[in-house]
């Protein structure tokens, strides 16, 4: 679980990062890189077009980071937007890694342990009340970027299924998450 | 109903956050939806909220994973990004210098060199821009100083679950030429919620001792410190502000924030 002073140091590094100041930068990187490149990872696969997203993140952060409005944890902003360019290298390189909810255990394994690891925390315990396809589809969306076309190949299921499981999975953790 | 206002109806703002933080857009709806947030605050917040709320999954996956721990080192990628870096910087600062200089190709810079005129032009220029400058240095307070700050603590609203921060206080050095400060920097889309100065106490990161820093107002940038209001910022784990001098508690406490110190940085 992220810790309170590690998410302060995290915000007030990249409002020095707004200043300009590249120590800040530096230090940045030294705190939440390997976290980045695993996220990367998780949607591009491949290290070595994981490492290039990770210095177009960064690179990107400092050029972006006057776009970062206060809103909401610094950290929370660094991983949607590692998250998008991982997925826009993903559709540059064209290149999805299929692999089937059958055959592939260690995948539902790894989030089963993830969604285990969360019990604590209300996103993981709002997850956990949905029906199980409809978990599968928003992880698998959200940590491995996987497309609603993606997702359709991948379960066999119609498109118009596919998006109204995630649309009805994203409405019903908001209540949960709200309540 | 016009663009803005559907966007601003909070179903339609939340389902846009939701879809721009996990699910699945194009690049030009994603840029459409920035620059939505940008003039919209409620799909700004909406965003902010389902990026908090779904970051503890990234990072629940990431502590899954030991092995991943122990074999991944990410610091020999740093050289390229901080060339990139100073790339950009260069490029910029270039392509700054270069708008200002006319080129020798114009006729016109070439008629105005021939003039004996731009002398004196030049002379009575830099005359009244000294006399300038001198006015303004007296005007304007002291700059901030242009190393980075000592310390910083990162302000939010008083038991606040929300991991934002409303302001950042920075704490600069004294050096050769001014005195320590400390410098109130407020988040882009935050308003200054308090009109009326706050009081500024720091606890002793050793005792937990409570020792009162002065009053501020939110709305001063930036403001000199006396030897013992740095020390005592020096020697805190957390700042807090409260609307009367009192010492603080969970009832009187407006804002409070973890003092980060950032001398390591320097070195």
């Known amino acids: 679980m992220l810790d309170k002073h590690w998410v302060a140091e995290t915000n007030a590094l990249l409002y020095r990062v707004q200043q300009r100041d590249q120590l800040a930068l530096k230090i940045l990187y030294d705190l939440t890189s390997t976290k980045i490149l695993h996220l990367i990872t998780s949607i591009v696969h491949d290290s070595h077009e994981s490492e290039d997203v990770l210095q177009d993140v960064f690179v990107n952060l400092w050029q972006q980071a006057d776009k970062y409005s206060g809103n909401g944890s610094a950290w929370g902003w660094i991983c949607v937007m590692a998250r ?49 396809k409809t978990q599968h589809v928003i992880l698998l969306s959200y940590i491995k970027g996987y497309s609603h076309s993606d997702l359709t190949h991948l379960l066999d299921t119609p498109l118009g299924t596919v998006k109204a499981w995630i649309r009805r999975g994203l409405q019903e953790l908001k209540l949960c998450l709200s309540a | 109903m016009s663009k803005c206002i559907r966007y601003q109806d909070p179903t339609v703002c939340d389902y846009l956050a939701s879809q721009y933080v996990a699910g699945d857009m194009t690049m030009r709806v994603r840029a459409r939806t920035e620059s939505l947030a940008r003039s919209i605050p409620e799909l700004s917040n909406a965003i902010s909220l389902w990026a908090d709320n779904f970051t503890p999954l990234q990072q629940a996956l990431y502590e899954a994973s030991p092995q991943y721990h122990t074999q991944t080192n990410c610091a020999h990628m740093w050289p390229f990004i901080e060339q990139r870096v100073a790339q950009l910087t260069i490029s910029k600062n270039s392509s700054i210098t270069n708008k200002s200089k006319p080129t020798h190709q114009n006729i016109f810079y070439q008629l105005w060199n021939t003039l004996l005129l731009w002398r004196v032009v030049t002379g009575v220029t830099t005359l009244a821009s000294a006399f300038m400058v001198g006015v303004l240095l007296l005007a304007v307070p002291d700059p901030l100083p242009t190393t980075g700050p000592s310390y910083l603590a990162a302000m939010s609203p008083h038991g606040s679950t929300d991991q934002s921060a409303d302001f950042v206080i920075s704490v600069y050095a004294k050096n050769a030429t001014s005195s320590s400060k400390l410098h109130i920097q407020w988040a882009k889309e935050q308003q200054i919620t308090s009109q009326t100065p706050l009081h500024l106490w720091a606890e ?64």
Request: with cysteine; proline share 4%; charged share 20%.
């Open chain 1, 84 to 132: 998008h360019r991982s997925i826009d290298k993903l559709r540059r390189l064209a290149v999805r890694h299929h692999e089937s909810t059958d055959a592939s255990p260690e995948l539902l394994e790894q989030l089963n342990i993830a969604t285990d690891n969360i019990d604590n925390h209300w996103i993981g315990q709002c997850l956990k009340k949905l029906p199980l």
């Open chain 2, 204 to 267: 002793n990161k050793e005792t937990g001792a409570i020792e009162y820093i002065g009053i501020q107002d939110l709305s001063v940038g930036s403001v000199p410190l006396t030897k013992s209001s740095w020390m005592a910022i020096a020697n805190s784990s957390r700042l807090f502000m409260t609307d009367k001098k009192s010492l603080p508690n969970e009832e009187n406490i407006i804002f409070s924030g973890i003092c980060l110190q950032l001398q390591q940085w320097q070195s």
